[in-house]
């Protein structure tokens, strides 16, 4: 059974620029919520799809947003892009959602913004 | 804000040792409690959830759960080097209007000493 599945895997990106991230989830699942981990603030919860929904959403701005297709692939998007937003983005997938708590995370896609 | 606080450590324990990590989470109405373990470098990986006071065990895992004093805890027995890595306590809290908030301690970082 495949994994969760995200790319890129590593880019670089300048201020001011906008980046798309994939994430095809485990066959099945039709969750999908994705985070941001930084060694100053750890793992924050961005938001989650569900069957096209955005269900849930974390305390980000604007400038992050997502959207998710009808086969649960789910995109994220990055506008604007500063400094700070340089990180690892993780998504997760799950069966039940975000409330079961029980979530498989990809490798993840490294964003360096210079 | 819901706040998930956990010690930063490193707790280092020797090998076959009682490894005790500690978390404490802010919002009374937090409904669900996982414990995320994530090596350096990889992903989180679920290895164990508690929803109700008192103890859970799976092998050498139990998580213990105290709602009053708003407390989780996860017991590792016969530790092993293969334990060393950075565990995360999750915490979900219903945030009405059906949406959920998923909250992520800052981990704890665990060496079990050979």
């Known amino acids: 059974k495949a994994g969760v599945t995200q790319t890129p895997r590593y880019l670089i990106k300048t201020r001011g620029q906008q980046v798309t991230l994939s994430c095809s989830p485990i066959?099945?699942?039709?969750?999908v919520s994705w985070y941001q981990q930084t060694p100053g603030q750890g793992l924050q919860f961005l938001f989650e799809?569900?069957?096209?929904?955005?269900?849930n959403k974390g305390n980000f701005p604007g400038r992050f947003s997502g959207r998710q297709f009808s086969n649960s692939r789910s995109e994220m998007n990055v506008s604007t892009l500063e400094l700070g937003d340089s990180a690892l983005y993780l998504c997760?997938?799950?069966?039940?959602?975000?409330?079961?708590?029980?979530?498989?995370f990809g490798e993840g896609s490294r964003l360096t913004v210079l | 804000q819901k706040e998930v606080e956990q010690n930063s450590g490193p707790l280092s324990v020797p090998e076959g040792a009682i490894a005790s990590l500690n978390c404490t989470y802010s919002?009374?109405?937090?409904?669900?409690f996982f414990w995320y373990r994530q090596y350096s470098g990889k992903s989180p990986e679920l290895i164990m959830f508690?929803?109700?006071?008192g103890d859970k065990e799976d092998g050498r895992f139990t998580a213990q759960l105290n709602k009053a004093s708003q407390y989780v805890s996860l017991l590792i027995r016969d530790s092993q080097p293969s334990d060393s890595a950075t565990y995360l306590c999750?915490?979900?809290?219903?945030?009405?209007?059906?949406?959920?908030?998923?909250?992520f301690g800052k981990g704890t970082k665990l060496s079990v000493i050979p």
């Open positions: 997760a997938s799950s069966l039940g959602g975000l409330k079961t708590g029980e979530l498989f």
């Open positions: 066959s099945g699942h039709r969750s």
């Open positions: 799809y569900f069957s096209e929904t955005q269900r």
């Open positions: 919002d009374r109405g937090s409904q669900s």
């Open positions: 508690i929803y109700s006071n």
């Open positions: 999750a915490v979900i809290a219903y945030s009405g209007a059906g949406s959920y908030q998923l909250t």
